[in-house]
């Protein structure tokens, strides 16, 4: 039993370490607590949606913030949700467990901390991962950065500007491929 566990162990480690784009000697992420940080400011949303308050320091609403493609950040903070978000003009901030989310329109950075995330995103200038355990599924997408990120997956179409994004970072056992458009639409169906 102990023999087969860890050759069981071994050919997953193997497998992993020839991996695209992660280096194996990074330190493994800090645990997450699952609540997000406000800023002074802020207001948190029935959904667990974290954006400018409303009147704060004139600071616009989430509403006219996003029409006006205002550079204000949204912070989901909760843990086993599922919800759509449009990030349009936003960076947005991941943090919780088990979250499904998908952000539609043009993120800024995108940062998905936390663990056991499913995020898909329709465009986004740059997908930063501090977390663990996630998984990312993108349209298209500037830069990719896997900051500390362990066992993650990122799957991504079309890179900005017709050319492949950057991938940098010392992420361990992750994987970042490049997949169809077809693919991508059966990802966000399921």
């Not at 991504?156 to 361990?172: A, L, Q």
């Amino acid at each position: 039993m102990r023999k087969t566990t860890l050759l069981s162990s071994t050919l997953i480690a193997l497998a992993l370490s020839t991996t695209v784009g992660c280096a194996d000697n990074a330190p493994a992420p800090a645990p997450s607590t699952g609540a997000a940080m406000r800023s002074p400011g802020t207001a948190r949303g029935d959904a667990g949606i974290t954006s400018p308050a409303a009147g704060s320091k004139g600071t616009p609403d989430t509403t006219a913030a996003a029409e006006a493609g205002s550079d204000t950040s949204l912070t989901i903070g909760s843990s086993y949700s599922t919800r759509a978000t449009d990030c349009t003009g936003h960076d947005v901030v991941i943090e919780g467990q088990a979250n499904t989310i998908g952000l539609t329109g043009r993120c800024g950075t995108v940062t998905i901390g936390g663990r056991f995330n499913t995020v898909t995103v329709e465009t986004a200038d740059t997908i930063r991962i501090t977390g663990n355990s996630s998984a990312v599924i993108a349209e298209t997408v500037g830069a990719i950065r896997l900051d500390g990120a362990t066992f993650v997956t990122v799957r991504w179409v079309n890179g900005t500007g017709g050319k492949e994004p950057t991938v940098s970072g010392s992420g361990r056992a992750c994987t970042v491929d490049k997949i169809s458009g077809q693919e991508y639409e059966n990802g966000i169906r399921r």
